[in-house]
């Protein structure tokens, strides 16, 4: 099957936001689509093949390996080394290519400094458990440590020639978990003043769930990372406002340090304002060459709105996408200091 094709395709979780996509993308472009999960999050796909069974299970694998093959896998549920080790032995007989799911998280300097492919990674070994590395602030994670040895892991079972690694940034879109773009939209619906955080010129990159899952569906081996078009933090909260509450008004706290200086948390409390120079200075020049396409912002808060009104919500049964973020009160109390401060500077 040449790339780009369609023909038999394996998502290894394939019922929650990126997997969903992927699955929607494929059938949608013809693919034959089996998914594998425990039957825990989400719902299933009509149309899909289903195969029950928990990845960490080396008796489920086999089971799953036993009805392929498959011209691709795309596995967007990998965070354990040795587990991961597991699963590609398990597939490699059974299956041509293999898309695994990474991060940015996985560079040393992220979110510090900008980053292309070539820069250094964190490094853990493929066979590393759960708790390889540690947490700092603002990084590395062990999340970033494990998804380093997860790619490692595939790429000494499958090879280069067969290993497709993707290292998405921040994705948004409709089924988010990570109660993002719906927070900000929910915020804008709510109306009011609204705490805007940052020069509205600060560009963003985020990128669309399903402009992933297509990238994924057709992309020759190698390792891309993966971000959106770059977009102002301007444009981009008000079309939220256009979208979702347009008689909210936006307030631009414009001073970064005298915001953290008030205790507001970047990146938690306030979604996708995040002062480091690095945070949004990812490089995907080589997956746009390689065929990567962009939706554009403006679909990416329409249609998450659009699932919203239609009773999407994005926080996980498990309670993923539960970060604390900014209350009303902490807001107002913010917002007044700041109006204050700023007479205070004209006067
Ligand atoms: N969100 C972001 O902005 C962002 C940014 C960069 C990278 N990423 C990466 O992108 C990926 C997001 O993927 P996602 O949201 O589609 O998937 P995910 O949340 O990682 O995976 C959930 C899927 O995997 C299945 N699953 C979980 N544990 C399983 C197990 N033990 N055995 C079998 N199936 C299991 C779940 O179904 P069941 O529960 O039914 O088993 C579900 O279908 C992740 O790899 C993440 O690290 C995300």
Redesign the pocket.
Known sequence: MAEGESGRLLV?????????AAVTEALARGWSVT????????ADIPGVELIR????DTGDLARLASAGPWDLVID????VPREQGEVARALKPVAERFVF?????VYARWPLEPLTEASEVLECPPDAGPDFGYDGDPGPSV?GFT?AGCEQAVLEVFGADRTVIL??????GPY???D?LPWWLRRMSRGGRVLAPGSPDKEIQPVDVRDVATFALAAPSGVFNVTGTSVSTGDFLGRCREVAGPSAELVWVTDDRWLIDQGVRQWTELPLWRTHAGAWSVDSSAAIAAGLRTLGYGRTIADTWAWMQAGGVGVGDDG?GVERRLGPAKEAAILGTWAARELDHCG
């Open positions: 290894l979780g394939g019922s929650w936001f990126l997997g969903r998914t594998f999960r425990r039957g825990r999050s989400g069974g928990d990845r960490t967007t549920s990998g965070y799911v990474s991060s940015v998280s999340y998804k290292r998405p940034g921040v994705m948004l988010e978990y990570v993002r993923r």
